[in-house]
């Protein structure tokens, strides 16, 4: 059973998963963690009022429905929610993350850069939106952890460390 103080913890937290966008005025936190997928936070300093998304690729294919999951919609979708709840541009604070070619060291890419994508379509769409940027950590080959505080529109992220494959498959087949 669990008890009080975990549903507590659990009201406080909330974990964007790829293809997500979350928006909220409470006091809590939205986490999520990125490799490729980049992540749009933002911020109405007025109103108390953030989301955030959770790109995983960069456009939808032609013969594809719109999805959260794509960068040519899932920002638009975030900036409709928080207008809806009254949100106004001039108070928006954006922030941006993510976008790592983590697997770029391991030259598994097939030369398609996806996070590269996912951070080229994101600041065409926030270009087009008229949106500022007043923070953003992108590219590189790490992932990350974002941790988005509602109230205070405070990010703390932290890089994801490096798995190396080379290592664990000498031990498995050396082992």
């Known amino acids: 059973m669990i008890d009080q103080n975990m549903i507590n913890?659990?009201?406080?937290?909330y974990h964007l998963h790829p293809g997500e966008i979350f928006v909220t005025g409470d006091d809590?936190?939205?986490?999520?963690v990125l490799g490729s997928c980049v992540a749009v936070c933002i911020w109405d300093s007025k109103r108390g009022i953030a989301g955030m998304n959770h790109i995983m690729l960069p456009v939808t294919r032609d013969?594809?429905?719109y999805s959260t999951r794509y960068g040519n919609v899932a920002t638009f979708v975030l900036y409709d929610m928080l207008r809806s709840?009254?949100?106004f541009p001039k108070f928006m604070r954006v922030m941006v993350f993510g976008g790592a070619n983590a697997m770029a060291k391991f030259g598994t890419s097939g030369g398609v850069n996806v996070g590269q994508r996912n951070i080229d379509v994101t600041l065409k769409v926030l270009q087009k939106l008229k949106l500022d940027i007043i923070k953003k950590d992108l590219g590189g080959q790490r992932g990350r952890k974002i941790v988005f505080n509602v109230?205070?529109?405070k990010i703390d992220f932290n890089y994801l460390g490096q798995f190396d494959f080379g290592n664990e498959i000498e031990s498995i087949i050396g082992g």
């Open 63 to 65: 013969d594809e429905p």
């Open 151 to 153: 109230k205070t529109g």
């Open 85 to 87: 709840e009254g949100c």
């Open 9 to 13: 913890l659990l009201k406080k937290n």
């Open 28 to 32: 809590m936190n939205i986490t999520t």
